[in-house]
């Protein structure tokens, strides 16, 4: 026995031990639960345990050995080093793995009040990092969906809540991204406020502009935390939007106090989790990348300051806009520069588009009036993360039809906002008929339902508009 054995073996290879726990710490009664053993018991050594309840090493190996030595009659073979050896890499993966342990067992069914005690007696602070970083975990290793950690992230916050609110809240200059977040929340909360003083239909259809807040970190940021291949805490996010916009549709029916109650647990969650974590994230050259793009989109509330002057390797090096390139493409059935192209794509009456073979939105065109925000964050972008996780099994289905070739075509019509919106989905195959990619076209139809009669070209004059 030594300070790298592990609880856990020393319990498999010796399970009286298991009751006896208690007489050296109450604490560790813990490690009875699958959950703790399966997580935290897998990797916590002797050192881990002295640790943990604050007790000399040398006297917590000086227990189980003569426990151990009393039960089956032999002397045990106990070696210390001078320094200790955890099981973990560092102490911010022994929180990880304690916080996994406290989240599973409560998706196991676990009282409320008795985790957040324990995770206080245990734990103490924790960064806000470790908690999204611990969701992501939980994902990738297959131990939880986003759909459960969805269910119960409120349960997630609340059991650390209390340490989460002693860290500090990002402060950032005006027209950083996080500042202008920031700044729409604070306008928010005066409103959430005013509603539960006077729940008037004329401030919850004002706060109801926060779908455009969220709106934006769905195209803007949450693809920058994709590509650092941390996607799990804003698709939880995600989910939550739609739970407020889900409220935002019953205009004038919906519950005020259910609405503000939302969205100000949503702020908590940003500034308490998303933001410190995408602040540590994120480099200079990202945060660039998150504002670009915002404009199209558009804020609720507030405009961005301009102060925040980003170092990117552009403004160092003073690198020039490329020049516009004048290339001009032979067409199947005609020869078009880029410029032209481009130019066509922008002025269609109708929005495009492209998803290739790889599942990644290549292209949207950039017309005047959108049916949809749309914004360049998305270029790239897995087409699996365009849309909200409700309907993300819809839209896989249609192309695997596509590619499958089970399907050329899928077809929708829907209201939104008093237009009446075309939406058809295109299988595009090569002249092999290999599948390429899908596209998608909209159209606002309101104006075409409408005609009557007819007018022909001959009757176009000054009137005609």
Same mark, same amino acid.
């Given at each position: 026995?030594?300070?790298?054995?592990?609880?856990?073996?020393?319990?498999?290879?010796?399970?009286?031990?298991?009751?006896?726990?208690?007489?050296?710490?109450?604490?560790?009664?813990?490690?009875?639960?699958?959950?703790?053993?399966?997580?935290?018991?897998?990797?916590?050594?002797?050192?881990?345990?002295?640790?943990?309840?604050?007790?000399?090493?040398?006297?917590?190996?000086?227990?189980?050995?003569?426990?151990?030595?009393?039960?089956?009659?032999?002397?045990?073979?106990?070696?210390?080093?001078?320094?200790?050896?955890?099981?973990?890499?560092?102490?911010?993966?022994?929180?990880?793995?304690?916080?996994?342990?406290?989240?599973?067992?409560?998706?196991?069914?676990?009282?409320?009040?008795?985790?957040?005690?324990?995770?206080?007696?245990?734990?103490?602070?924790?960064?806000?990092?470790?908690?999204?970083?611990?969701?992501?975990?939980?994902?990738?290793?297959?131990?939880?969906?986003?759909?459960?950690?969805?269910?119960?992230?409120?349960?997630?916050?609340?059991?650390?809540?209390?340490?989460?609110?002693?860290?500090?809240?990002?402060?950032?200059?005006?027209?950083?991204?996080?500042?202008?977040?920031? %700044? +729409?929340?604070?306008? /928010?909360?005066?409103?959430?406020? $005013?509603?539960?003083?006077?729940? !008037? *239909? =004329?401030? &919850? @259809?004002?706060?109801?502009?926060?779908?455009?807040?969220?709106?934006?970190?769905?195209?803007?940021?949450?693809?920058?935390?994709?590509?650092?291949?941390?996607?799990?805490?804003?698709?939880?996010?995600?989910?939550?939007?739609?739970?407020?916009?889900?409220?935002?549709?019953?205009?004038?029916?919906?519950?005020?106090?259910?609405?503000?109650?939302?969205?100000?647990?949503?702020?908590?969650?940003?500034?308490?989790?998303?933001?410190?974590?995408?602040?540590?994230?994120?480099?200079?050259?990202?945060?660039?990348?998150?504002?670009?793009?915002? %404009? +199209?989109?558009?804020? /609720?509330?507030?405009?961005?300051? $301009?102060?925040?002057?980003?170092? !990117? *390797? =552009?403004? &160092? @090096?003073?690198?020039?806009?490329?020049?516009?390139?004048?290339?001009?493409?032979?067409?199947?059935?005609?020869?078009?520069?880029?410029?032209?192209?481009?130019?066509?794509?922008?002025?269609?009456?109708?929005?495009?588009?492209?998803?290739?073979?790889?599942?990644?939105?290549?292209?949207?065109?950039?017309?005047?009036?959108?049916?949809?925000?749309?914004?360049?964050?998305?270029?790239?972008?897995?087409?699996?993360?365009?849309?909200?996780?409700?309907?993300?099994?819809?839209?896989?289905?249609?192309?695997?039809?596509?590619?499958?070739?089970?399907?050329?075509?899928?077809?929708?019509?829907?209201?939104?906002?008093?237009?009446?919106?075309?939406?058809?989905?295109?299988? &595009?195959?090569?002249?092999?008929?290999?599948?390429?990619?899908?596209?998608?076209?909209?159209?606002?139809?309101?104006?075409?339902?409408?005609?009557?009669?007819?007018?022909?070209?001959?009757?176009?004059?000054?009137?005609?508009?």
């Amino acid at each position: 026995m030594s300070e790298s054995t592990k609880i856990i073996e020393l319990i498999d290879k010796f399970p009286f031990l298991e009751e006896l726990l208690v007489e050296l710490d109450p604490i560790l009664k813990r490690f009875q639960n699958p959950i703790i053993r399966k997580t935290v018991g897998r990797k916590a050594t002797l050192t881990d345990v002295a640790s943990l309840i604050n007790q000399d090493l040398k006297s917590v190996i000086d227990f189980f050995s003569s426990k151990i030595e009393q039960h089956i009659g032999d002397k045990v073979d106990v070696q210390i080093g001078s320094t200790g050896k955890s099981g973990f890499e560092d102490e911010h993966v022994r929180k990880k793995e304690m916080l996994k342990a406290l989240v599973l067992e409560l998706h196991a069914g676990g009282e409320k009040s008795a985790l957040k005690a324990r995770f206080k007696e245990i734990l103490g602070d924790v960064e806000a990092t470790d908690i999204a970083s611990m969701e992501q975990e939980l994902i990738n290793s297959g131990e939880l969906t986003v759909d459960q950690i969805t269910l119960l992230c409120d349960l997630h916050v609340g059991i650390f809540e209390d340490s989460l609110e002693k860290n500090l809240r990002p402060e950032e200059s005006p027209g950083h991204p996080i500042h202008t977040y920031m %700044e +729409e929340n604070r306008v /928010a909360e005066e409103l959430i406020a $005013d509603i539960r003083e006077n729940p !008037t *239909p =004329e401030l &919850i @259809h004002k706060l109801a502009d926060i779908k455009i807040h969220y709106t934006r970190l769905e195209n803007q940021l949450f693809p920058i935390l994709e590509k650092k291949e941390f996607e799990g805490p804003s698709q939880v996010m995600w989910a939550k939007h739609d739970e407020v916009r889900q409220l935002i549709r019953q205009g004038n029916e919906v519950d005020a106090e259910e609405f503000a109650t939302q969205v100000e647990d949503m702020i908590f969650k940003e500034e308490t989790i998303l933001f410190p974590t995408s602040l540590e994230l994120l480099t200079t050259q990202d945060w660039q990348n998150v504002k670009n793009g915002e %404009e +199209e989109i558009g804020f /609720a509330w507030v405009s961005p300051g $301009d102060e925040w002057k980003p170092i !990117t *390797p =552009e403004v &160092i @090096h003073e690198v020039e806009e490329p020049p516009q390139l004048a290339d001009i493409l032979s067409m199947q059935t005609g020869k078009l520069t880029l410029e032209q192209i481009n130019l066509i794509m922008t002025n269609l009456p109708i929005e495009i588009s492209f998803i290739n073979e790889n599942e990644e939105v290549a292209y949207y065109s950039d017309t005047k009036e959108r049916i949809f925000p749309r914004s360049p964050g998305v270029i790239g972008r897995k087409v699996q993360r365009c849309h909200p996780p409700k309907s993300l099994d819809k839209v896989m289905k249609i192309i695997e039809a596509f590619k499958t070739g089970q399907k050329d075509v899928a077809e929708f019509w829907i209201n939104v906002n008093g237009k009446y919106i075309h939406i058809r989905y295109f299988a &595009i195959r090569d002249n092999s008929g290999k599948y390429r990619g899908t596209l998608e076209v909209m159209q606002d139809v309101t104006s075409i339902r409408a005609l009557e009669g007819e007018r022909r070209l001959i009757d176009w004059g000054e009137d005609a508009k």
